[in-house]
């Protein structure tokens, strides 16, 4: 779970983003710039990262601020699930990554497994919409909403691509060192059970 002065920073940061967004009178304005500022400063104190890169992340938005969103794509085979190496931590996740404007969530992982593992799929079903900030992943800074849809492969052959560099399908007795950022193993062990339990209901949150 996120620490509290993550949550405070985040909330902080959501409320000067909306203020800056609707404001018309300069010293509100005023006020949530400084506001913006302070979250920028609590997570500059807690993390140690530099301010420039704090205020490249916070600050690079505009509009009402909402939950990113996440989508993982989760394709069973012989009783294993599909997971690439990320070449960002050297760990394995899911396939997937955050949702492109203009794109669906079924078209967003048809194209995110593609690029990370060479296989072709077709969505089959909706498994899971979770909170990132109700499962213990690591601290961050934003706030996401994570989706797992099911696919079957249709094509393709194993490749890596820009961001990958490996891809293997994993027994849900020997779950490889996970990239917690992007996926825990609480969760691929819930996923486990919509191969075991192929009429499982949707869960959320």
Known sequence: MSTKWLEWAKR?????QS????SKDM???E???????ISAEIMEEHTGVE???IKDLFMNETGYQTPKVDVRGVVFKDNK?????????NRWSLPGGFCDIGLSPSENIIKEI??????VVVPTKLLALFDKNKHPHPPQPYHYYKVFIQCEIVGGIPATGIETSGIQFF?????????????????????????????KETLFD
């Open 171 to 199: 027994s849900e007795n020997n779950i490889p060192d996970l990239s917690e950022d992007r996926v825990i193993e609480s969760q691929i062990k819930t996923l486990f059970e919509f191969s075991r339990a192929p009429d």
């Open 114 to 119: 593609k690029e990370e593992s060479g296989y």
């Open 27 to 29: 010293y509100d304005i």
């Open 31 to 37: 006020r949530y710039e400084e506001l913006r500022m």
């Open 51 to 53: 301010m420039q890169k």
């Open 81 to 89: 699930i599909l997971m690439v190496k990320e070449n960002m931590d």
């Open 12 to 16: 902080i940061q959501a409320i000067s």
């Open 19 to 22: 203020g800056l967004t609707f």
